[in-house]
């Protein structure tokens, strides 16, 4: 299998731009998370779904931020406009069962500087 | 809200052991889990434990966990260059993991 894919690994862009993060889960899995990284605030769930439908978006930080799952093989976060305070590490993890019961399979990130 | 703390760094010398602690506040996950983060890669699952277990080994990882204090250890026998990284303990029933400690091993 090869794990969670995501796109681009990294970005650079100025603020006041449109993002646009990708997700690819690992097949079978029904749990998709949204991650964020930062060295002020370590780990943050932003927002998880479970068989495409957002069930927890308590995290997303405020309306600049989106996330939506299409279809089971694919999952965007959008950040519109984007601001400095974005920059972070945005990570993207699949899980086979639901949180508590499973491990989560994390990709290998999205490294976001916005300027 | 839900609390997973760990102290921010810990530096031994190679072939000696590691021993990372974590403290946590929810007690509804039925595993609790240890990821290892490599510079520029992202979280792999390292280990877990069963919320009903004392211990678990994993070759050179061992696994404590005391569930009166809440406490969850992850110890390193023979630990290697290789083992240098940021580890991070987590509950996953509120998906709340821990700041992360980061383990630098010198030769």
């Known amino acids: 299998d090869a794990g969670v894919i995501q796109s681009p690994r990294h970005e650079v862009t100025e603020m006041g731009q449109e993002v646009t993060l990708r997700c690819k889960p690992i097949s079978g899995h029904d749990y998709l998370f949204w991650y964020r990284q930062t060295m002020m605030r370590g780990l943050e769930l932003l927002i998880y779904?479970?068989?495409?439908?957002?069930?927890?978006d308590s995290g997303m930080p405020e309306d600049r931020f989106s996330a939506k799952m299409p279809n089971a093989s694919f999952s965007t976060l959008k950040i519109q406009p984007s601001e400095p305070r974005d920059s972070a590490v945005y990570f993207c993890?699949?899980?086979?069962?639901?949180?508590?019961?499973?491990?989560?399979?994390f990709g290998p990130g999205t490294r976001l500087t916005v300027l | 809200g839900e609390d997973v703390e760990q102290s921010l760094f810990l530096s031994v010398r190679e072939g000696d052991s590691s021993v990372i602690n974590c403290t946590y506040t929810d007690s509804s996950s039925t595993y609790l889990y240890w990821y290892k983060q490599e510079p520029g890669a992202g979280l792999q699952l390292l280990t877990y434990i069963f919320s009903n277990m004392d211990m678990k080994q994993d070759q050179r990882l061992t696994v404590l966990l005391n569930k009166k204090d809440k406490h969850l250890s992850l110890r390193i026998a023979d630990t290697q260059t290789g083992d240098s990284a940021i580890y991070f303990c987590a509950e996953t029933f509120k998906l709340v993991f821990g700041t992360g400690t980061r383990l630098l091993v010198s030769p």
């Open positions: 993890a699949s899980s086979p069962d639901s949180p508590g019961t499973d491990t989560q399979y």
């Open positions: 779904f479970n068989n495409n439908v957002p069930i927890d």
